[in-house]
């Protein structure tokens, strides 16, 4: 049974010729005397038979294939591989030599940094900034202008009651051997010209704007401070006590106090 | 023992009379001339070494996978590998074992790639549902039957087996040439040839009923 158990472990290498011709010898003389292993052999030959179902596809597919053209496609395939693969070779070292793989995660960072950069810098470029509107991006309407241009000349009107108020109430409120040098000072004179130049720039705004009550105090306070700053020089001392009684009198103060609440009411409106 | 001399009439119908690609029939020399000329890049050389051992890589491809587009797709990748690697190829080798050593590293690569670890045969028929209890030729759905079970039992063998049984069954290879390509000892070869046989018996018998 042990030589049996051999002999099957030739049995393969025996129906493939792949025997030594002693080994077949041997292998023949154990066959001739052992019907199991002739069993054995016949079995093995069955399934080496059966191998054969494929023979008749591989020729089909074998006489599928044009084997004249094929060496010329081949060809062509492998020189357009081989190129891809040389580019892609260089590619590779260049890159290589750029980007080492340890350097990786730093131009990682870098790049989403630039890019993140990038976006907030679109970002805040493309908000608009105050005072950075393009005319042809902004669009009021003609009645928002123009409550817009009144509100500014009421501002400004505003500003030079104030203004005005503050100036004649330090004349009226000063000494009366004082008062004479009053409008020579360089403060009430420098106030005094600026105030009459502001005159002239809201007077245009008054006109427009109709505010014909504020335009009589503001005439009123203009024709004062010209009088005061060009006349006051040739003045007595009584002359000048007399204007300060007479801005008293009028209530001139008390005027601008009245058009100045009336006009801040009109803001709040 | 007309048995065995019909055995032995069997054996040498299987080592001899119907060899396809069995010796390396061109002279050495002459391709190893050719592989000089490839090697400096001469085109028609290449193309030479192609159509004289396509049909060859082809046959064992299509043995192992039982599917042409496979086949194909091996066929043009181990002439890619040989270009590619035609210099490592050194002269008093076999260039036809060379190759197809190629070649069967690329089936192995490509069956575990593509096929994964399932290793049974994609049919719409269940192995276990399928006629065999006829007689072979006379039923052409028995014959397409046999094909499908003995193409789930090859592909049910471990890949070594596989790969030997395909190169001594199709290719026709001697266990000495396969030695060479798979680099194992012949001894090896021989017995896991063997054991290719048994297994394939093991998995066929079951369903082959009296047909064989």
């Keep these: 049974m042990t030589e049996c158990k051999k002999i099957q472990r030739d049995l393969v290498a025996f129906l493939y010729g792949e025997l030594q011709e002693d080994e077949k010898e041997l292998f023949k003389a154990h066959l001739d005397q052992c019907p199991h292993c002739r069993g054995e052999l016949e079995e093995f030959k069955k399934i080496t038979q059966a191998a054969d179902v494929f023979k008749e596809d591989i020729d089909d597919a074998m006489a599928s294939v044009d084997w004249e053209a094929l060496p010329s496609k081949v060809s062509e395939n492998i020189l357009r591989k081989d190129a891809r693969s040389r580019q892609e070779s260089w590619l590779g070292k260049v890159s290589g030599f750029l980007f080492p793989p340890r350097l990786r995660p730093v131009y990682a960072g870098l790049l989403i940094g630039a890019v993140l950069g990038a976006v907030v810098t679109l970002m805040v470029f493309r908000t608009p900034q105050p005072g950075e509107i393009n005319g042809r991006e902004y669009f009021a309407s003609q009645d928002f202008l123009e409550n817009v241009e009144l509100e500014m000349a009421r501002r400004d009107t505003l500003d030079y009651l104030e203004r005005s108020q503050y100036l004649l109430l330090d004349f009226v409120q000063s000494p009366s051997e004082r008062s004479v040098d009053f409008w020579q000072s360089e403060y009430a004179a420098e106030q005094a010209r600026d105030l009459l130049a502001k005159k002239k720039y809201i007077n245009p705004q008054l006109d427009k704007f109709q505010l014909a009550k504020a335009k009589a105090i503001c005439d009123q306070i203009e024709f004062l401070?010209?009088?005061?700053?060009?006349?006051?020089?040739?003045?007595?001392?009584?002359?000048?006590?007399?204007?300060?009684?007479?801005?008293?009198?009028?209530?001139?103060?008390?005027?601008?106090?009245?058009?100045?609440?009336?006009?801040?009411?009109?803001?709040?409106? | 023992m007309a048995g065995l001399e019909e055995t032995i009439g069997f054996t040498e119908k299987l080592t001899g009379s119907k060899k396809r690609e069995g010796k390396d029939i061109y002279p050495h020399e002459d391709i190893y001339a050719l592989i000089e000329k490839i090697k400096e890049g001469d085109r028609e050389a290449f193309m030479t070494i192609t159509s004289l051992y396509q049909k060859r890589v082809f046959l064992l491809a299509y043995s192992f996978f039982h599917n042409r587009e496979d086949a194909m797709d091996i066929v043009q990748e181990t002439f890619l590998r040989l270009y590619q690697k035609i210099n490592m190829f050194k002269r008093g080798e076999s260039f036809k074992n060379w190759l197809l050593q190629i070649s069967k590293n690329l089936c192995i690569d490509y069956y575990r790639k593509n096929y994964g670890k399932s290793r049974e045969l994609k049919s719409e028929t269940p192995v276990d549902e399928l006629n065999l209890s006829g007689q072979e030729g006379q039923n052409p759905e028995v014959s397409s039957d046999l094909r499908t079970i003995f193409s789930a039992g090859i592909k049910k063998l471990a890949e070594k087996q596989r790969m030997i049984f395909v190169m001594k069954h199709y290719n026709q290879l001697k266990y000495k040439e396969i030695a060479e390509v798979l680099g194992i000892s012949l001894g090896t070869v021989k017995s896991l040839h063997y054991k290719a046989v048994q297994n394939l018996r093991g998995l066929i018998t079951p369903y082959m009923g009296g047909q064989l």
């Design chain 1, 225 to 269: 401070f010209f009088e005061l700053t060009q006349v006051s020089v040739h003045l007595s001392v009584e002359e000048v006590n007399k204007l300060q009684r007479m801005i008293e009198d009028r209530q001139i103060l008390l005027k601008i106090n009245l058009l100045k609440k009336e006009l801040e009411r009109h803001n709040e409106m």
